[in-house]
């Protein structure tokens, strides 16, 4: 370039006299900037002069494509070199640039909240896309916070979120990666509820306790007489038997409140006592009472304490005639209230009683009770069975004969008070407990269940257990199959255990090892359809098997038993015994290797 500024673009000719001055002269380097997406696809390539800025109308264009849009993320512009440059102040350097497209992760808003009569919610939690929701959950104390006033008596239940319920445990497991806003209803349960008491007249409020669902039931005191109904009839009073729900459920120490979430009602119950309303005769002894027959006409009645006879007062320690066969009379379709005074319920009191409620008072005493044989039975006839539906025994429980429900056809559930040392009940299935060891003692007829597996505990299934089970009053789903689990402590099966139980087509004691099958035990078992199995642990021989065990159990298909270690068999062990059963006098005599010294003639006529 010379002085005047002229850019010379090609030889000089000519040259002039004088001295002429030439200048170098540059342009400024122009580099490319090529733009690309998050995946490395070339989106645009722009050309800027070095040291320049990258001017916005041309940047518009670029950031407008829709090929920058990226789900869950947020555009934040280019990044250099893996660093991320403010694009509005970056100087183009000597050299061709690559910027690629730089996002940040979506961030989401997440809104748990309660209806209490209003809805309330929670601090909002802030959640980048991919997050999990785990730990984000209210606790119960912050529901307790946020409902303020009796806050405490709500808790955590479940989850529902677009009209679906979850568990806590679903939940977590199906949202690990938030990728939305997000409304979530926590559904609350009660921990707590008003437990209203109301006396004799179903209106007055006895006391209102506020009781905690996770700790044990306390039961205010027992109200007085002047909570109770009132009378005009000379002699006649009331005695407090307990509290029941609005629906006539039995509200007590064992009472199930999990499933319940709103403030209740309970009422109190009571007895009419008039002990000139019984009639009564005495003892063995000459000085105790027994109850034989109610007068009255009441609905709830309570048997003495004692009882006129002639023109003497006797203790009443008795109920039904403990010499004769014969039921209480004149109770059928009463409510019953048996106090503690009562120390033996005489065998068939409450025989083939129909719609006939007896209720223990469950008060600390030091009287036993024992319940004798048939004593909430029925008959056997097809036509002509009753009986009691259920009932709860007394803590003081001592002793109840193996047939104290025989073939009571309508019984659907036996519970056992809380704190009772001799039996217990699981499930509405009755289990005596004898020095340690646990027996199934006796299987309610009506008891909804298609298939019963025996707790591990239990090391002996009772005489009579499931004696003359028939199965025809369970509401939906009659025992067809009785089993044990794999840790199963099961030895001895006792007498006339399964005896007539022909509603059964499975019992599976696979998993037992068997020392005894008592007397009678499966005589006469088994369904006439299904399967018809019987099956003993193929690796563990039986020692013992009791008079007529099998007998007559014609309709088994199938039975699997090992008895290489048999050391007693009785008379008419497997007599009338049907099904491909795998034993028979000679193998028994090959394989026990002198053992079993005696095989009766009839063991497998």
Not at 363 to 378: D, H, K, Q, R, T
Not at 516 to 545: D, H, K, M, W
Request: charged share 20%; glycine share 6%; net charge negative.
């Amino acid at each position: 370039i010379i002085e005047k500024g002229t850019i010379l673009n090609k030889d000089i000719q000519g040259v002039r006299s004088g001295t002429i001055v030439l200048y170098a002269v540059y342009e400024v380097k122009k580099f490319n900037v090529n733009f690309y997406t998050y995946d490395n696809t070339l989106l645009s390539t722009l050309t800027c002069d070095y040291n320049s800025l990258i001017q916005q109308d041309d940047l518009n264009p670029i950031e407008a494509d829709a090929t920058l849009t990226r789900a869950h993320y947020v555009f934040v512009g280019g990044s250099y070199n893996g660093e991320l440059i403010d694009i509005n102040t970056f100087n183009i350097p000597a050299e061709n640039v690559d910027l690629v497209a730089t996002y940040k992760k979506s961030q989401y808003s997440i809104n748990y909240f309660i209806n209490v009569g209003e809805t309330k919610y929670f601090d909002t939690i802030i959640k980048e896309y991919g997050d999990s929701l785990l730990g984000t959950i209210p606790t119960d104390a912050q529901i307790a916070t946020l409902i303020g006033e009796n806050g405490d008596s709500f808790g955590f239940d479940k989850l529902k979120y677009n009209d679906t319920i979850y568990d806590k445990e679903t939940f977590e497991r199906t949202f690990v990666s938030v990728d939305k806003d997000m409304e979530i209803e926590v559904i609350l349960k009660r921990t707590k509820l008003f437990i209203n008491y109301i006396a004799g007249d179903g209106v007055t409020l006895y006391k209102s306790v506020l009781l905690d669902k996770n700790a044990p039931i306390v039961l205010p005191s027992n109200p007085t007489s002047e909570y109770a109904p009132t009378t005009s009839e000379t002699g006649t009073s009331y005695e407090f038997g307990g509290w029941v729900t609005a629906s006539g459920e039995t509200f007590d120490e064992d009472f199930d409140l999990s499933g319940i979430d709103t403030d209740f009602n309970v009422y109190s119950e009571w007895f009419e006592y008039n002990h000139s309303k019984w009639r009564a005769s005495l003892n063995s002894d000459g000085v105790t009472a027994h109850i034989l027959e109610y007068l009255g006409d009441y609905n709830n009645v309570c048997v003495p304490t004692q009882v006129l006879i002639g023109s003497n007062l006797y203790n009443v320690t008795t109920v039904g005639n403990p010499n004769f066969a014969n039921p209480v009379q004149n109770v059928t379709g009463r409510k019953v209230l048996i106090k503690s005074n009562i120390t033996v319920i005489a065998y068939y009191a409450f025989f083939n009683l129909e719609n006939t409620s007896v209720i223990f008072d469950n008060s600390e005493s030091e009287n036993g009770l024992s319940i004798g044989e048939m004593a909430f039975g029925s008959l056997t006839s097809s036509n002509t069975q009753k009986s009691i539906k259920s009932i709860k025994l007394p803590k003081r429980t001592n002793a109840v004969h193996s047939l104290a429900f025989g073939s009571a056809i309508s019984l659907e559930r036996i519970d056992v008070a809380s704190g009772c040392a001799n039996y217990k009940s699981v499930d509405g299935v009755l289990y005596e407990i004898k020095n340690n060891e646990v027996t199934l003692h006796t299987y309610p007829h009506a008891r909804d269940a298609e298939e019963f597996v025996l707790p591990s505990d239990v090391t002996k299934i009772g005489d009579k257990a499931f004696y003359y089970f028939k199965g025809t009053n369970a509401t939906v789903s009659p025992l067809r199959v009785v089993k044990t689990s794999e840790s199963t402590a099961l030895r001895t099966i006792g007498e006339e255990a399964f005896k007539d139980a022909t509603n059964l087509t499975k019992v599976d004691f696979s998993t037992a090892q068997i020392h005894t099958v008592g007397v009678s035990a499966f005589e006469n078992c088994f369904s006439t359809s299904g399967t018809r199995e019987l099956l003993f642990n193929p690796n563990y021989s039986i020692v013992q098997i009791g008079a007529k065990a099998f007998y007559n159990s014609s309709y088994v298909n199938r039975i699997s038993i090992n008895i290489s270690n048999l050391q007693q068999i009785g008379e008419s062990a497997f007599m009338n015994f049907a099904g491909s059963v795998a034993v028979n006098e000679a193998n028994l005599s090959a394989t026990l290797g002198g053992e079993l010294t005696s095989i009766p003639e009839s063991a497998f006529k």
